[in-house]
């Protein structure tokens, strides 16, 4: 049985395109190190199951479950994060770009402002590390906002529309401890094109991305 082997997707945009609200420093360092890393122990891990699989060594490819679940929500969770950020040059970081998500965020939350406040609190409310999620609940279409904790992925039902990072190396080269200013400044370049596209789009067309880099 041959394993999946995933490889690390290219970012749609230079390192430096985020600044100043993502310093070129960390996100060099984010994707060609920590991605490259979730990317290289997933397959790993998918290697050693499928290994144990064909020598009948059930208990061997379950002992690889945590491994595969951890990393490869860290895989899904970034590729997700790079292309749900634009440069803020970039018409694509405009709310206007997503018109018929803004509407349902608005229809959701009474106005974008209370929204963005919510989300806020959901992100500085983590506990440790994690993520923070604007997703479309499966069959009612609903926006909802969810956390996860560590390198857990919305893989169930729902719709990443975008998300963020919360993890200390998303941030703390450039602002320490100062996550608050991290989550003011991640507004500035979201991708609201991308979000549109997911949101009016079906669940698979969200995960393209790691599909194309298997």
Known sequence: MAASSYSLPPLP?????????????????????????YITNLNKALEASAKALSNGKLPDAAAQLSAIRFNGGGHINHSLFWEGLAPASSPDSKV???????????DTWGTFEKFQGAFNASLLGIQGSGWGWLVKEAGTGQLR?????????????????????????????????GKAAYVDNIWKVINWKTAEARYVGSRDDAFQAIKAHM
Not at 96 to 106: E, R, T
């Open 13 to 37: 945009y230079a390192y430096d395109a985020l600044e100043p609200s993502i310093s070129k420093q960390i996100m060099e360092l984010h994707h060609t190190k920590h991605h490259q890393t």
């Open 96 to 106: 206007a770009a997503a018109p018929k998500l803004s509407a349902a965020i608005k």
């Open 145 to 177: 906002i969810v956390t996860l904790a560590n390198q857990e992925a919305v893989v169930v039902g729902d719709t990443p529309l975008f998300g963020v990072d919360m993890w200390e190396h998303a941030y703390y080269l450039q602002y320490l401890n």
